[in-house]
Structure formats: structure tokens, C-alpha cells
């Protein structure tokens, strides 16, 4: 019998408690999993980052963190936490971030909302580029970036991807480093940002590189707020250089209502909506986790925690 | 030399000349190729049918009628016309097609318009369902059906196809005749219409058929405007059976001001763009038809007048 502690709000209890009974089942696993377990007794820590535990240390037996976020800049500076920190790659997450951002890729490229929003009835008729001829660029070539970058070759797109080390994804133009990221910018019509938050990547968006990317270039942030520079993004709305924003997370959330984005006519705000973690197959991912520790096979998805993700 | 004329409005002439030139000399064909000869001179007729060419009878050396549009409905009933016919199947427009269809069902998919569109400034989480919880319709398992269906399936999305005649897509849960419309209507969470205009085809989607569909689904025309009886459509608009319609082709185009479909609510009117011909890849079909015709080979996208399609 081992002992899983579930460290997260209470609403995500009432989601999470059967999905992960089940999968543990489903893994021939028996287990006592609760909210509340003594410190000392606790085999694995299933974790939310806005949980009240923040001390790792009676933990002494705990063999891994298993994040239910993907985002895990919030933990990875907890200098109590000394076992192994695995991310959430929720396969039910990866899918939806691909249907949200391929949704708003394609209603960019298509021009849709000159329809969707048209109160003089106009009758305008303009044919867009094929996909073939549209350069999309994916800031960002982990699980999220590169499945993305997979679903957008398959309709057609041209992918640029930019990380800050090399990587090789299969039809991705792959740039990298200080002077890849210009040369990436500077084809991006439609620039995703699907980077983790780590001090590198903290206002890379920022005046220097709006400048750097095509006159009318449209933005897509399912990543994270801090990636952008939110002043210098409503100047260049203001003034032209960039056509339309999608933004699904900012640096406070909900979005205040008295934040310029909500008004701006050139941004549309979405809900933190774009990664939504699916209860059952996030469970699966955690028990898979758990079925590793227990047969001593190497855990997946580990986080490096020099590099922040 | 041979004789192509090109029997169709001017500024078409404008925009196809130079690349018809251009794939006749990649096609190492040489050829006369203007928009008046001599009837009896001519070897192949381009074709728009709204050119003032309707009459065939002089054409007496004419090998076949390539047409310019994907539709063929307003010639097919021509009785001078006894040569073969042939329809555009311009890859660049099925492309055209594929972005526009896989665009606009992510939108309705994601429930993008409760974003773009937010005047109260909401922030509300909702989830969708992900692709494959999603059933997508297509009625019309042509070369355009065919080729939406196997890009949806790309996503995810369960797709089902309905013909009137038995088809086999891999991937496609193909129904056919009046019983498989009822039941592919049944699971249509959004329908897609991509149907030919024939005359078992007109008013295809009237009262009876939209009461098939599940309340509240979406409903995308793509295809061709007497698909639809349009005062059944505004009414289940009006009574919330369905819940959005996003149309692209109409009976009378430009789509008069005094329509209702403009102010309603529900409807997004685009201006018959899903399906645009591009000059490029068109002549590179047109071209390879008089390739096959001076080969003697068979030649391609032929039309069945009988059938009309």
C-alpha cells in the first residue's frame, strides 16, 4: 500500500479524486490517496503550485512531485523541495492547446473577423494566401510548440520555430539563439508564444522585438504573461505594427477589468482557456508516474530545475 | 498550333492570360490562344458559363469545354454542348477550401465568437470538448468533401460523410441515400454542406432536416446557396434549434442589402471566398487537359451531364 498525498485547492479534489482512482485501478495499483496524510508516510505528492503546502521538508519519504500544472515556475525555486518534479504533459492538454491555437492561427490567416464583426454589411471579397504561402512562427519547440507546429505543417503552413537551444523538429525551419530569434521574428505574420516563464524569456516580447517582425504581423500568447511586455504591445496596436493580438494568459488573472486589453480593439482576451488540464488523462499521466516510482523505471516528463522547466 | 479560346469575362482574361501562358510553355505546347476565333477553328474552349458564349453549335472542331468554376449547374443543361465537359478541380481552391472549412469549424468548435466579441468584458472558463468528443458532418463526399474530411480528421474531429450515392473515405463514417441523412443530420454537431446544385439537392436543408440536426448545432454552407431554404433556416436561427450559421454562398449574390441574413445575429455572411480559384494552380489543370486531349489521353474531372455533377 502506498500513500499519495493530493496537494491542491479543494475544487480541484472534487474533479481530480475519481479520474485518479480509476486510472490507478486501471494501473493494478493500491493505494490510500487523500488530501490529508502524514508528512513522514507520504510515498508521492500529486501538486498544485497554489497549494498550502510550500514546505517540503517533512517529507522524508516522498519519492516524487507530480505537478498537475504544466507550468511549473512556481515551484521550481522552492529550495525545501529535493526529490524528483515531474510537469504535467496532459495529453488532453497538448490536444486542446493545438485546437486553440490552430483555431486562431487559421482565423488570422482567413481574415475571419472582418466577417464575424461586419456592421456595414459590406460585401468585400479578398482572397488570402493559401497556407502554403503563410510563414507562422512558434516561439517555443517543447511538447506544446512542437505539436502545434505539427497540426499547422499538416494544413500547410510554412513553421518557423524559435528555441534558445538548438532542436531539430521534422518540416520546422528551426532557428535559435539571440540571432535566430531575429531572423524568426522578422517572417512572422503569425507569431505564437509558446515559451516557458523563466528569467530568459520574461518580456522577450518587448518594443525591440515587435519592431523586428513584420508590419501588420499578428500575435498569439497561449504561453504564458510574463513573456510580454504589455505596454510595449499596446503601443505597437496603437501605432500600426501589429495587426491583431490573441492573448489567453496575463500577468494577473482574471484580467482586471480595468486592464487596457479588454478595451483595446485590436485584442481579443480568451479566458486561460487555451491549456485546460483534462481530469482523465492528466490521472493517467500521474499514475503512469506513479507505476514508474514503483518499479523503479525512470520517471517521464522531469523537470530540470537549473533551467527552470 | 492549336486553337484555345478563351470564352470568358474580361477581367478573368486579365488575370488567367499570363499564367496560362506560362503553363501552356512549361507544358511545351505551343498554341493560339485568345479570346476571339473563328468558331470553327477552335480546338479548346475555356470556359466561364456567364461568358457570352452559349451557344456550341459552330464550335464543330472544339475536342472539349474546360470549365473555369468548380460549379457547373448553369451549363450542364446547355443542349448545344455536345463535347466533353470539364470541371475546375484547382488544387489551389481545394486548399482554399480546406482552410476555410477547417478555420471556421475550430471557430464554432472553441466557441471563439464569445471571445472575439465580449463587450461586457467577461472572463468565463469554459472548456470544449476536445476534437475527437466533436462530431462533424459533411454532406457531399466530393473532391471538396473529401478533402475537408481528411483535414478535420487531421485534428481529431470525428468526422461523417453523407452522399447520395454509397462512398468509401477512409477515416469517414460514409452514410448514403435518405436514411443516412437522417442519421448523419442526428450527430451533426456542425454540418458542413458541400453538396453539387442539382435539382435532388435543392432545399436540401429545409424544416424537416434542421429539426434532425442536434439542438443548438452549427450549421456551414461552403457549398451552394439553393442548398438551403433560407426561410427554414432563419427560423430555426430564430427558435435557438440551431445556434449559428456561417454562410458563403447565396441565391443572389452580392447578398443584398436588404436581406436578412446580414443583421441577424446568428449568420456570419463571408463573400463567397471558401471556394476562390487560383489563377496559378487553375491553369496548370486547364493546361493539362489540352495535354491530354493532344495525347490523346483520357481526359480528367470529367462532368456526367445526366447527373449533373
Request: charged letters at 20%; proline letters at 7%; one cysteine or more.
Given at each position: 500500500m502506498i500513500n499519495i498525498l493530493f496537494a491542491a485547492r479543494p475544487e480541484r479534489w472534487t474533479a481530480y479524486e475519481q479520474p485518479l482512482r480509476d486510472a490507478l485501478q486501471a494501473a493494478g495499483i493500491t493505494a490510500h490517496l487523500a488530501e490529508e496524510i502524514t508528512p513522514a508516510e507520504v510515498d508521492y505528492i500529486i501538486y498544485a503550485?497554489?497549494?498550502?503546502?510550500?514546505?517540503?521538508?517533512?517529507?522524508?519519504?516522498?519519492k516524487a512531485v507530480l505537478n498537475?500544472?504544466?507550468?511549473v515556475e512556481r515551484i521550481t525555486d522552492n529550495k525545501t523541495l529535493r526529490i524528483p518534479l515531474a510537469r504535467m504533459v496532459d495529453p488532453g492538454l497538448t490536444k486542446g492547446m493545438v485546437e486553440w491555437v490552430t483555431g486562431h492561427v487559421l482565423r488570422y490567416h482567413l481574415g475571419m473577423d472582418a466577417h464575424i464583426v461586419n456592421p456595414a454589411h459590406e460585401w468585400h471579397v479578398t482572397t488570402p494566401p493559401l497556407a502554403h504561402e503563410r510563414n507562422v512562427v512558434i516561439l517555443g519547440l517543447g511538447a506544446l510548440g512542437t505539436a502545434c507546429a505539427d497540426a499547422l505543417l499538416g494544413l500547410g503552413f510554412r513553421v518557423t520555430g524559435w528555441s534558445r537551444s538548438p532542436k531539430n523538429v521534422k518540416g520546422v525551419d528551426c532557428l535559435h539563439g539571440d540571432a535566430g530569434l531575429s531572423q524568426a521574428l522578422n517572417r512572422g505574420e503569425i507569431v505564437v508564444t509558446l515559451l516557458p516563464d523563466t528569467p530568459a524569456t520574461t518580456d522577450i516580447i518587448n518594443a525591440q522585438t515587435l519592431a523586428q517582425m513584420p508590419r501588420g504581423a499578428f500575435l498569439i500568447n497561449?504561453?504564458?504573461?510574463?513573456?510580454?511586455d504589455d505596454d510595449a504591445l499596446i503601443a505597437a496596436l496603437d501605432n500600426g505594427q501589429l495587426a491583431h493580438a490573441t492573448l489567453d494568459v496575463f500577468r494577473t488573472e482574471p484580467l482586471p477589468q480595468t486592464d487596457p486589453y479588454w478595451a483595446h480593439p485590436r485584442v481579443t482576451v480568451t479566458?486561460?482557456?487555451?491549456a485546460a488540464t483534462r481530469d482523465k488523462t492528466a490521472s493517467e499521466q500521474l499514475v503512469e508516474n506513479i507505476r514508474r516510482g514503483e518499479a523503479g523505471e525512470p520517471f517521464i516528463n522531469l523537470v530540470d530545475r537549473k533551467l527552470g522547466y
Amino acid at each position: 500500500m502506498i500513500n499519495i498525498l493530493f496537494a491542491a485547492r479543494p475544487e480541484r479534489w472534487t474533479a481530480y479524486e475519481q479520474p485518479l482512482r480509476d486510472a490507478l485501478q486501471a494501473a493494478g495499483i493500491t493505494a490510500h490517496l487523500a488530501e490529508e496524510i502524514t508528512p513522514a508516510e507520504v510515498d508521492y505528492i500529486i501538486y498544485a503550485p497554489n497549494s498550502d503546502l510550500q514546505d517540503f521538508t517533512p517529507y522524508t519519504r516522498a519519492k516524487a512531485v507530480l505537478n498537475l500544472w504544466a507550468g511549473v515556475e512556481r515551484i521550481t525555486d522552492n529550495k525545501t523541495l529535493r526529490i524528483p518534479l515531474a510537469r504535467m504533459v496532459d495529453p488532453g492538454l497538448t490536444k486542446g492547446m493545438v485546437e486553440w491555437v490552430t483555431g486562431h492561427v487559421l482565423r488570422y490567416h482567413l481574415g475571419m473577423d472582418a466577417h464575424i464583426v461586419n456592421p456595414a454589411h459590406e460585401w468585400h471579397v479578398t482572397t488570402p494566401p493559401l497556407a502554403h504561402e503563410r510563414n507562422v512562427v512558434i516561439l517555443g519547440l517543447g511538447a506544446l510548440g512542437t505539436a502545434c507546429a505539427d497540426a499547422l505543417l499538416g494544413l500547410g503552413f510554412r513553421v518557423t520555430g524559435w528555441s534558445r537551444s538548438p532542436k531539430n523538429v521534422k518540416g520546422v525551419d528551426c532557428l535559435h539563439g539571440d540571432a535566430g530569434l531575429s531572423q524568426a521574428l522578422n517572417r512572422g505574420e503569425i507569431v505564437v508564444t509558446l515559451l516557458p516563464d523563466t528569467p530568459a524569456t520574461t518580456d522577450i516580447i518587448n518594443a525591440q522585438t515587435l519592431a523586428q517582425m513584420p508590419r501588420g504581423a499578428f500575435l498569439i500568447n497561449p504561453g504564458r504573461g510574463p513573456l510580454i511586455d504589455d505596454d510595449a504591445l499596446i503601443a505597437a496596436l496603437d501605432n500600426g505594427q501589429l495587426a491583431h493580438a490573441t492573448l489567453d494568459v496575463f500577468r494577473t488573472e482574471p484580467l482586471p477589468q480595468t486592464d487596457p486589453y479588454w478595451a483595446h480593439p485590436r485584442v481579443t482576451v480568451t479566458p486561460h482557456i487555451a491549456a485546460a488540464t483534462r481530469d482523465k488523462t492528466a490521472s493517467e499521466q500521474l499514475v503512469e508516474n506513479i507505476r514508474r516510482g514503483e518499479a523503479g523505471e525512470p520517471f517521464i516528463n522531469l523537470v530540470d530545475r537549473k533551467l527552470g522547466y
